[in-house]
Every structure is written in C-alpha cells, then in structure tokens.
C-alpha cells in the first residue's frame, strides 16, 4: 500500500484510477521547533444514515478547499489532543468518547461522498501488505431519539502523563488493545487511488431511480429483430421470383361440362349445320379457287355459288370436302350467271344431311345470323352477326366487258365477317335455318359490292342472295339445267344518270327499245319514259329495276310508276320469261 497522500487530494467523480489529477496544494510554512500546533477546525460530521464507503477507508483525510495542510510538529512535540465529535443522531450503538478527551474539535475537511457509502470494502491486490482488519460496522440508519446536546468540558489533565489522544475519523486503522473492540471508522479509510473492487450502478444505490439502459437495451433488440426479419423475408420474395415459387405450380381450372349446349346457342346453331356444308376446291386449265356450299338433298345435290364453279369450265375437276374429312368427285349440273348460282352434285355418297331451308321474307333487320364458310381455305370457320340490311340491289361481275356475266341481287346485307372462300355457304337463322347463300363483299379498296372470291378481307359489309331466288332457281337447275329470268321486255339506257330507269330509244341491236308484244308494250310503255317505282318501292338506276324485278318469279303481276312528259303515271303488268344461261 502507497503512502497516505499528504495533501488530502480530495476525490473528483468516482473512486478508481481514472480520477482527473488534484489541484495544485500549497503547504503552509512549518513552525518552529516547541512551538505548539494550532487546533484544527472541527469536520463536519457525516450526515444522518449515511454510511461511508469502505473502499475509500484507507484514504487520509482530504483538506478542505483552500486549506493548508497543518504544520508538522518538531520532534519530541506532543501532538495536540482532538475531542470527539458526537455524532448528531448518535444512538445507543454510538461508542461514547473518551471520559479524558478533549472538547477540541477536528479539523474541518470536506466530507466522504455518501452516494459511495455502500460501496464494500475493496479486495487486499496481492503484494501489498496490507494488515488484516476487522470489518467496519454499517452505520446504524435506525431511526432513534435524539441525543440531548452536550456542552464541551475541559478534559482533566490525566494522571498519565503521556499525551491522550481523541478517535479521527480521518485517521488510518490503528492496532487494537488485546481484547477490545476494533475501532470502527470507514471514513478514515479512503484512498482515491485504490482499484474499486466492483463498479455498482448509480440505479442500484438510489431507491426510485428508473434503469434506463434496460429500456434501450429493448429498443435495440427490436430494431434488430425487424433488420433481421426485412433481410429475410426480401430473400425468400427473392429467390421465389427467380424459382417461380415453391414446388410445381398448378393452375386453377374449371372442371369438366356437359358438351351440350342450348340449340339456339352459335354453338348449337353451328353443331347441328356443319354436317350439311362443304368445301369445294376447283381447278380448270386457267383457273383455281375454293370455295363453299350446303347440301340440298339426300341426292348429293349441293348450292353454290357460280363463281366459285366457273373456274372449272367444261373440263375442269370439282373436289368436295364434307365436314367429317370424307371427300368425293362432283361434276356440274346448272349454273347460271344471272343469278350467280350453281348446283353440284357428288357421286356415291350416302348418308348426306340436307341443310334445312328458311324464308328470307320473315327476315327482319337485326336480326342474328351465323355465317360458315372456308375462308382462305380454313374449312369449317363458324362467324355470327346481324341482318343489317334487306332488299340491298347489288350488282357482280362484269369481267366479260359485255355485261353477260353481271349477276342483279337483292341482297341481305350482313355485318358477319365473310372473307374469300366465303362464297356460296350458308347464312343461317337463329334457329340453323339457311335464310341466304353468302356472295360479295364489299371492301376497302373498291366502289362496288364483288364477289369474295377476290383477295379482299372484310370490312363488316357482307352480301348473301335471299334464300327463296336462291330455291327457285336450284329447283330450276336441278330439274331442267337451266334457270328463267322474269322480264318485262324493255330495253334500259345504263347511261341515264337522272333518278329513276329510263327505257332506251332503240336496243343494242337496232331494233326496238319496247319488244313487240311483250309485257312492257302490252302495259303500253314507250321509249324515253322514266320508271320510277316498282310495287311502291323506289327505284335510282336500272340496276335497281333489274334487281327488283329479278327477285319475282315469271308470272308475277308488277305495278310500275312512270313519268312522261313531265306527268306521272302507273302501269301493271304480268312478268314473262326468259331462258338463261
């Protein structure tokens, strides 16, 4: 153990070694040899229930700030007695003073920090030397009465003459008698430079102070718990996106149905007539195409288009494709320009179903409609729409430049996409009822309504002939292979650009624009009058009036509406008939 530091460095925060260096001490001058040493100030007793730090008690007492250490008496000087100083709150436990001390009191220094109080005494370091002492009693914090104040007395002078000497506080530990009690003064015990033998928490040794480090303590492991947590699950989100997942994936899907469905349905519509339409491909020494049609009968009779067949010519080869794949040879039996039909018929095959045929006069605009055909050759392509249109006069044709091959239809027009390979399927009803034979199309590109079998695509301005022409004249073609035109027997001016047909001056051959005892000059019309309607209905061209009087029969009686000479009248008459092509 170090010698006790002379100048009383009073403790600057918490005991141990890392105490900032104490202030600078100024000793006071030394008297002289016999000359007796002024008495000290009185120390200030420690407060009440205080308890000093054990690990401060081999400390010397520290000098109050601004103090001079006392001078040192000379040798052979008797030390100046100190009485005791009783403690405010002494209790029964209290050891009383001396009956010789001396009223001197201590000298004043600053007192031990109570907050260290209970701090243990600190562990003897090995090679210090330190003597064992008795552990110093606790101070007693009994609450007890207060002791009655005492007056200071003289001290007799002892009959011993060796100088008595009171208890100090501030004074190391002392050899005890044999058999007495050893002194109990932790106060005098300090020193600033001892290693603490454990650091205690401020919280410990103040009741009612929070233990905030506890709290934080919490919040670090909180925020860690969540770092820790956000790193892993953004590397499982990871690796699931690049993996696709855990394990195979398996979509949802929705089990299996009924295959039947509602025969008024497109899909039941289309059920029950694919079976009765064909593909036809045709080829000739100049010309192929594809085209569609529907069977007529059980007879292997199918409907047409005469477009479609034309490339075929008299030498050519017709191909049919039924819906099951099954294909068969089939040669021409009628076709008629005028109309823009034709009749098929395929060889030695049975078990044919007929299309069932509808009426196209209950047809009404809005009506819906389904459309099947091979458009660019894709068999069984299956389209839906509405009758946008009835009675539409239409014209197809003419590459011949005589307008022999001009076909007159009053058409139905429908908003169902029909694209080449179209021509000559079905148009059906709600009900899978053939209403129309599909024809032309009008497209982007051209002025007038043509037939599909060009290259141009739809543009929802589709063109089917009106199933009832279309039965007449395949009863025609079927029974006498040919098909009758209803005419009136005039001869029209195509250059009239006024509304209305005009009958022409003279016919293309010279002759007569009225034919001499025909259904026109029966009904007294003449060259140069101006048809206007027919039936009521209005006619623009004369391809309307042929359009018109086309979609009769021959026999049909016709009411016409005239203008002559700037005056209006009305004529009927009966259809006759003509041989065609």
Do not use: C
Request: glycine content about 14%; proline content about 14%.
């Amino acid at each position: 153990m170090h010698e006790p530091d002379p100048y009383s460095t009073p403790p600057y925060g918490e005991p141990g070694p890392w105490a900032p260096a104490p202030p600078v001490q100024h000793p006071a001058a030394t008297p002289a040899h016999g000359t007796a040493t002024p008495p000290a100030p009185a120390p200030v007793p420690p407060p009440p229930g205080a308890v000093p730090d054990p690990a401060f008690a081999d400390a010397p007492p520290p000098v109050a700030q601004g103090q001079h250490p006392g001078p040192t008496p000379a040798h052979g000087t008797a030390p100046v007695p100190h009485a005791p100083v009783p403690s405010a709150t002494a209790g029964p436990h209290a050891p009383a003073p001396p009956p010789n001390a001396s009223s001197v009191s201590p000298p004043r220094g600053p007192v031990p920090d109570p907050a260290f109080a209970d701090a243990p005494p600190p562990v003897p370091r090995a090679g210090q030397g330190e003597h064992p002492r008795a552990a110093a009693p606790a101070y007693d914090t009994t609450p007890h009465a207060a002791a009655p104040a005492t007056t200071a007395v003289p001290a007799t002078p002892p009959s011993d003459p060796s100088p008595v000497t009171a208890p100090d506080p501030w004074a190391g530990p002392t050899a005890s008698a044999p058999g007495a009690e050893p002194a109990s003064d932790p106060w005098g015990r300090y020193d600033p430079w001892a290693a603490a033998a454990q650091y205690h928490d401020p919280a410990d040794r103040v009741p009612g102070r929070r233990r905030r480090p506890a709290a934080k303590v919490l919040v670090g492991g909180a925020l860690l718990i969540a770092l820790v947590s956000g790193g892993i699950g953004g590397a499982v989100g990871a690796h699931l996106e690049r993996n696709g997942g855990v394990g195979t994936v398996e979509l949802p899907q929705a089990g299996p149905e009924a295959a039947e469905r509602d025969p008024d349905s497109v899909a039941g519509i289309a059920a029950r007539a694919l079976p009765s339409v064909v593909t036809l491909h045709v080829s000739g020494s100049e010309a192929a195409g594809t085209g569609t049609g529907f069977v007529l009968d059980d007879r292997g009779h199918i409907l047409t288009n005469n477009h479609v067949v034309e490339p075929a010519g008299s030498g050519g080869e017709i191909t049919v494709t039924f819906n099951s794949g099954d294909t068969a040879e089939a040669e021409v039996v009628g076709r008629d320009s005028g109309y823009d039909l034709a009749v098929v018929k395929v060889k030695g095959v049975t078990g044919l179903t007929p299309m069932p045929l509808g009426n196209s006069e209950n047809v009404h605009v809005g009506d819906p409609v389904v459309a099947i055909g091979a458009p660019f050759d894709l068999a069984g392509t299956v389209t839906s729409g509405i009758i946008s249109a009835k009675e539409r006069p239409i014209t197809a044709g003419g590459e011949e430049g005589d307008a022999s091959d001009v076909s007159y239809v009053d058409a139905l027009q429908t908003d169902a996409p029909i694209n080449p390979g179209n021509s000559g399927g079905p148009l059906l009803d709600a009900r899978g009822r053939a209403i129309g034979i599909n024809s032309a199309i009008r497209s982007a590109d051209s002025g007038s309504a043509e037939s599909d079998g060009g290259q141009a695509g739809s543009i929802g301005l589709g063109f089917a002939i009106p199933i009832n022409q279309g039965k007449r004249v395949a009863e025609e073609l079927i029974n006498t292979g040919r098909a009758t035109h209803p005419v009136i027997g005039i001869t029209l001016d195509m250059n009239y650009t006024g509304d209305g047909a005009r009958v022409s001056a003279k016919d293309s051959d010279g002759g007569p624009a009225v034919t001499t005892g025909g259904p026109g000059a029966k009904a007294g019309i003449k060259p140069g009058d101006v048809i206007t309607a027919v039936d009521g209905q209005r006619v623009h061209s004369g391809e309307e009036l042929i359009v018109k009087t086309r979609a009769h029969r021959p026999g049909d009686r016709l009411e016409l509406t005239l203008e002559r000479d700037g005056k209006e009248t009305k004529v009927s008459l009966v259809l006759g008939s003509s041989g065609g092509d």
